[in-house]
């Protein structure tokens, strides 16, 4: 019995340590960064983070080369300004990703066509 239990308490772990946490646009099991921790552990940040990933991930599937690589230049640059104007206060973070957003989501109607 308690070699069923031990068994099933490691595949258990195991099996979640296999899953990034929540589903940000990074793998959280990789995060460094106490903004990449908030992101993680924060469900709305999270949340954010994930639309804004597929937005930007879809808009540059559709770029030409050098298009996708200015695209990527600029994500970066907003990353690093997010990351310093607001560090770890959630409440600009949220208001940072909802603008970020909103110009990704400009850009895809332009670009993608939805």
């Given at each position: 019995?308690?070699?069923?239990?031990?068994?099933?308490?490691t595949?258990?772990?195991?099996?979640?340590?296999?899953?990034?946490?929540?589903?940000?646009?990074?793998?959280?099991?990789?995060?460094?960064?106490?903004?990449e921790?908030?992101?993680?552990?924060?469900?709305?940040l999270?949340?954010?983070?994930?639309?804004?990933?597929?937005?930007?991930?879809?808009?540059?599937?559709?770029?030409?080369?050098?298009?996708?690589?200015?695209?990527?230049?600029?994500?970066?640059?907003?990353?690093?300004?997010?990351?310093?104007?607001?560090?770890?206060?959630?409440?600009?973070?949220?208001?940072?990703?909802?603008?970020r957003?909103?110009?990704?989501?400009?850009?895809?109607?332009?670009?993608?066509?939805?």
């Amino acid at each position: 019995m308690r070699r069923h239990i031990l068994l099933t308490t490691t595949l258990t772990i195991i099996v979640f340590n296999s899953f990034p946490v929540l589903a940000a646009s990074f793998d959280c099991h990789k995060a460094t960064q106490p903004i990449e921790h908030l992101i993680c552990e924060n469900k709305t940040l999270n949340n954010y983070d994930n639309r804004l990933g597929k937005i930007y991930h879809s808009i540059r599937a559709n770029l030409k080369k050098e298009q996708s690589k200015r695209l990527r230049r600029d994500q970066r640059t907003w990353i690093v300004e997010r990351n310093v104007v607001c560090h770890l206060d959630v409440v600009c973070l949220i208001d940072t990703y909802e603008e970020r957003i909103r110009k990704l989501l400009f850009l895809q109607k332009i670009v993608v066509g939805e």
